[in-house]
């Protein structure tokens, strides 16, 4: 079973920046999807970014579009996200997760429901 690893998470002020890795145990496939979410208190569970590793392909969500990056080193299994031009709103855990493909949609989709792997979590926040 694949597992998870997050850590980089921390305390900026506004307008710095952060890098979150996930650290993998195996890859089992290409084609999987990552996610990177985030959750802050009171709050759903939030996709930001989407990965598929197979075509090093990355979506991300309105509110980070332009801010935060989503990259790999398959060398390390490491899954990172980098995040830029920090706002008090990005304060949250952020959680990496790992799920299958979705056919049509690929790994478009930032849906937890479609995610069956997560990691423990590590926290951001953001001080204005």
């Known amino acids: 079973e694949v597992q998870l690893v997050e850590s980089g998470g921390g305390s900026v002020e506004t307008g710095g920046s952060l890098r979150l890795s996930c650290a993998v145990s195996?890859?089992?496939?290409?084609?999987?999807?990552m996610g990177w979410f985030r959750q802050a208190p009171g709050s759903e569970r939030e996709g930001v970014s989407s990965?598929?590793?197979?075509?090093?392909?990355?979506y991300y969500s309105d509110s980070v579009k332009g801010r935060f990056t989503t990259s790999q080193d398959n060398a390390k299994r490491t899954l990172y996200l980098q995040m830029d031009d920090l706002k008090p709103d990005d304060s949250a855990t952020y959680y990496c997760?790992?799920?299958?493909?979705?056919?049509?949609?690929?790994?478009?989709?930032?849906?937890?429901?479609?995610?069956?792997?997560w990691g423990q979590g590590t926290q951001v926040t953001v001080s204005s």
């Open positions: 195996a890859y089992t496939s290409s084609s999987i999807c």
């Open positions: 997760a790992a799920g299958p493909i979705q056919y049509p949609g690929g790994c478009s989709s930032m849906a937890a429901t479609k995610y069956g792997t």
């Open positions: 990965f598929w590793r197979g075509g090093n392909i990355s």
